[in-house]
């Protein structure tokens, strides 16, 4: 039995005029998952990754850690790509809103994306931009089918942000979509899941985990933004 190791991208550039690419600490998050996977001598059959900015550098940084030569060909998958937070919370709040820089605005800026996730998710709101929930929920699918039906009993690396891993988690628990949005809020920077993979079925193995940024020297290395 194969294993697919869902990786949330590295700590982006919240509150910054462009999210989409790491911060300093996020760089150093994946590279730091490329140097504990060569510790282990991990090694991957396959590796599908999102097209956003932070999926292409959390990428590079886990392959430097790695300094692995063999690593196979990224196949990109548009369908993993993260949600728009901006045009949900749009749709719910079209008036402007502060920018989240203290603790309080940031805990707004969540519970309303979570209400504007379930509200998607129910067809309530239509985001402008975006697809409906079904028909991005049904992109996700699309890829777990892939890996279970081409890459069963291998190693497969999967690089995607919050969104997409608590859908696809949830797909694979079988439980209601709206579960998936509190799998989503509680993933970290740079974490790992695993699923276990065979050509019947995908299983959860392991959720969130982030020892790879634990230890001396690397206090504050554990990110959720």
Known sequence: MGTLYLVRHAQASFGAADYDQLSPLGHQQARRLGE???GKSQRFDAVLSGTLRRHRETLEGIAQGLAA????????W?????????ALIHAIHPGPLPQADTPALYRQHFRM????????????ISPAGMPSWNDFSAGLHEVLEHVRHRHADHDVLLVTSGGPIGAMISRV?????EAG??????????????LSVSSRRLMLQTFNGVGHL???GREGWITHA
Do not use: H, K
Request: aromatic share 8%.
């Open 113 to 124: 994306l979570c209400d504007a996730l379930a509200q998607w998710m129910s067809g309530t």
């Open 181 to 194: 949005i509190g799998l989503n809020m509680r993933l970290r920077n740079c974490s790992v899941s695993e």
């Open 214 to 216: 634990e230890g001396q």
């Open 78 to 86: 548009p369908g993993l790509d993260e949600y728009d937070s901006a």
């Open 173 to 177: 628990l079988s439980t209601p979509a």
């Open 36 to 38: 504990y996977w060569r």
């Open 69 to 76: 030569e063999d690593m196979p060909a990224t196949q990109l």
